[in-house]
């Protein structure tokens, strides 16, 4: 049986590793949830918008262990999928499909928008910060949690060989902390900005590529990604601010 518990991650732990295993459409999303959610002021009954919520795990974890509204927005999985997963764990959450660049929502509608792994796909556009926070209330909080590198492939001048395997080109998206940081404080658009490495972004993402293989017994091109890395190059930008005004 494949063990998901981790005592530095006492929330995510509750959760079965089968059902989260089932929900993968990116790595270890509610450790990274759960390390990310202290500096998101989340507190009963906001408005949050999970923003490429997949299948619905973190969702399930932010309706669950804060008490907030959820808004699921994936465009990737149907909205049924989603909303049949929130009833099998008792969770009152709103799905739908949406692109993350037209996205139906009000201005200002919501307390804080956060997105667990997917904001590498949409996000790095030097314009899309100013568009994602118009749906945030001023004081808001914005939190991310993407695939980073330890130097800037621009930096670097090559994708290392054993990334460029697996992704290719789609590794330039995987920025470092202070390219982050430097991206979203120079907008002006936000305030109180955290950009991190997170400490155990590399192993975490290798423990939770083993666990996968090990459930379906076959080989994992991550995981052999992972391996080669050793830690030199990859890991978790953790991302976060609050919207002036």
Not at 28 to 34: A, H, K, M, R, S
Not at 42 to 57: E, I, N, Q
Request: hydrophobic share 45%; net charge negative.
């Amino acid at each position: 049986m494949v063990d998901l518990t981790r005592a530095e991650y006492p929330l995510s732990s509750k959760y079965d590793a089968d059902w989260l295993l089932d929900c993968d459409m990116g790595p270890n999303p509610l450790w990274l949830l759960e390390d990310l959610a202290g500096e998101l002021d989340l507190t009963p009954g906001l408005k949050v918008l999970d923003l490429g919520s997949g299948k619905g795990a973190t969702s399930v974890f932010l309706a669950k262990e804060y008490g907030v509204q959820v808004w699921a927005a994936d465009l990737w999985v149907d909205p049924s999928d989603a909303a049949a997963n929130f009833a099998a764990h008792g969770v009152d959450a709103t799905a739908l499909k949406a692109e993350a660049h037209t996205l139906p929502f009000a201005r200002e509608f919501f307390d804080v928008i956060v997105c667990i792994d997917a904001y590498e796909y949409f996000g790095t556009a030097d314009n899309y910060l100013a568009y994602l926070t118009g749906f945030l209330k001023p004081g808001g909080r914005l939190g991310v949690a993407t695939p980073a590198m330890t130097r800037e492939v621009r930096d670097l001048g090559y994708i290392p060989e054993h990334i460029k395997k697996l992704v290719g080109w789609e590794a330039i998206a995987w920025h470092t902390p202070e390219w982050w940081r430097f991206q979203w404080e120079i907008t002006e658009l936000v305030e109180d900005v955290s950009a991190r490495m997170q400490k155990s972004g590399w192993s975490d993402w290798l423990a939770w590529a083993e666990a996968a293989s090990e459930r379906t017994g076959t080989p994992d091109g991550i995981l052999e990604m992972l391996r080669a890395d050793q830690g030199e190059y990859l890991g978790f930008a953790l991302v976060s601010a609050r919207k002036r005004g």
